[in-house]
């Protein structure tokens, strides 16, 4: 069965730094989905890549797709307070609708 | 658009009692999911509806669970009995296409 595996699983960050937190699966993916999640709270949907060498971008966080990797890159940028949370990545091992979803990465922002 | 909305935000029931869950997707999204989320097994898939149909429901964990969709904007989430081992955060999302692109809330139940 496919698995993915999020590192690193916990970050502390000074605020303004910028990070990386990355998402691997061991096995083809045709999808790979990153949500954001506040304690307490559902999950937000951020962006969605489907394509090899696919980067979006949204405010300052950058998600890279490298499919010979099977493996995606989340950038945040000149972090802030706002970013803190749980990241989750969840990934299409077929066109199906299911999701196999990684185990989180934590995110604190230290002011 | 309020969102995906779930009620109740919080369950605290006795072993044995039937609990009912419920969910308002987004309106005009065909595709609903109900998920649960413990620390120990992080996101499962439950159940997933299209156009209120069930489509697989291979995640629910045994008969005590099930799950409605009467209409294109209310669904419903039933264990009966509950038992402690059901304790965790119960979400529910909608879209429109086959990835859940919105998720409510949340209910945390919690079973005694």
């Known amino acids: 069965s496919q698995e993915l595996e999020q590192s690193p699983q916990s970050l502390i960050v000074q605020e303004g730094k910028n990070l990386t937190i990355n998402c691997t699966s061991s096995k083809t993916l045709y999808g790979l989905y990153w949500y954001k999640q506040k304690y307490g709270e559902g999950l937000i949907f951020l962006m969605m890549?489907?394509?090899g060498g696919e980067e979006k971008s949204h405010e300052k966080i950058t998600a890279k797709l490298d499919e010979k990797k099977q493996q995606s890159s989340l950038h945040i940028t000149a972090s802030q307070p706002s970013h803190a949370g749980i990241y989750l990545c969840?990934?299409?091992?077929?066109?199906?609708?299911?999701?196999?979803w990684g185990a989180g990465t934590k995110l604190i922002i230290k002011p | 658009d309020a969102g995906v909305i779930q009620s109740p935000r919080h369950e605290v029931t006795e072993m044995g009692q039937e609990v009912t869950l419920r969910c308002k997707p987004i309106s005009g999204h065909n595709s609903l999911f109900w998920y649960r989320q413990t620390m120990m097994r992080g996101l499962e898939l439950l159940i997933y509806f299209n156009n209120n149909v069930p489509i697989d429901d291979s995640g629910m964990p045994e008969d005590r669970f099930s799950a409605k969709m009467p209409n294109a904007s209310f669904s419903t989430l039933k264990i009966q009995p509950s038992e402690p081992r059901d304790s965790a955060v119960y979400f529910c999302a909608s879209s429109l296409i086959v990835f859940p692109a919105f998720f409510g809330q949340g209910t945390r139940l919690t079973v005694v």
């Open positions: 969840g990934v299409k091992p077929d066109s199906n609708y299911q999701l196999i």
């Open positions: 890549l489907q394509k």
